[in-house]
């Protein structure tokens, strides 16, 4: 009986052994199985040197069409005009040799109502193909413009005409042709509205921006 109970024992005992051994052995295959499944994975992927050269080449290709496009817009078709005499009809039949406006006349009328024709500035001056009046204008008076920049002063006696203001503001160079400056002010019934006083003036002004600062104190007293 007692060796049938230590041959019971024995044999239990290689049983709970050969249990641990099949759980360790299926404990090993699935952690192996893993790694291999991982390397796999891992493996699978591109190199990161591979994908920062991608970048780096789509950074380059962008570049080369930014310098392209700028190249394009760099050498887009110009004009050379070139401006030795800056009144106002040599100004216009010059560009108009050039193509860029069709009527002289309006072009000499818009200079000396606005009265910045006087701001033409001799040289020569790369207009691109295609430019409006505006920006051909622009273009021309800019240098001249900005080099005329200050502020006057205008002392307007009581009473007074339009030409004896016309006389005053063309002293100072605010505007370029006497008459077409009493024609405006006699168009817009101006000279009731302008107060006798002292003005400072910001120039360069337009000669209808110069009327409106002539009138603004009686419109601000008529708006009251």
Not at 206 to 213: M, V
């Amino acid at each position: 009986m007692k060796i049938f109970n230590r041959l019971t024992s024995t044999f239990i005992g290689l049983l709970r052994f050969l249990a641990v051994l099949a759980i360790l052995a299926v404990l090993v295959f699935i952690i192996q199985w893993r790694i291999d499944h991982l390397f796999a994975m891992t493996s699978s992927e591109k190199p990161i040197s591979t994908t920062i050269t991608e970048e780096i080449d789509s950074s380059k290709k962008q570049l080369e069409h930014l310098k392209e496009t700028q190249t394009k817009e760099e050498t887009a078709p110009t004009v050379l005009v070139n401006i030795d005499n800056t009144d106002p009809k040599a100004v216009a039949q010059v560009l108009k040799e050039s193509g860029f406006i069709q009527d002289p006349e309006t072009f000499i009328q818009r200079s000396l109502r606005e009265g910045h024709g006087k701001y033409f500035t001799k040289g020569t001056f790369d207009i691109p193909k295609g430019s409006t009046n505006d920006e051909v204008f622009a273009l021309l008076t800019k240098s001249g413009l900005e080099a005329a920049k200050r502020t006057v002063q205008i002392e307007i006696p009581s009473p007074t005409t339009p030409e004896e203001v016309a006389n005053i503001v063309y002293k100072e160079g605010l505007i370029q042709n006497e008459k077409v400056f009493v024609q405006m002010l006699q168009e817009q019934n101006a000279m009731e509205k302008i107060q006798a006083g002292g003005y400072n003036i910001q120039a360069p002004i337009k000669a209808q921006e110069l009327i409106d600062q002539l009138t603004k104190y009686f419109k601000e007293e008529t708006a009251q």
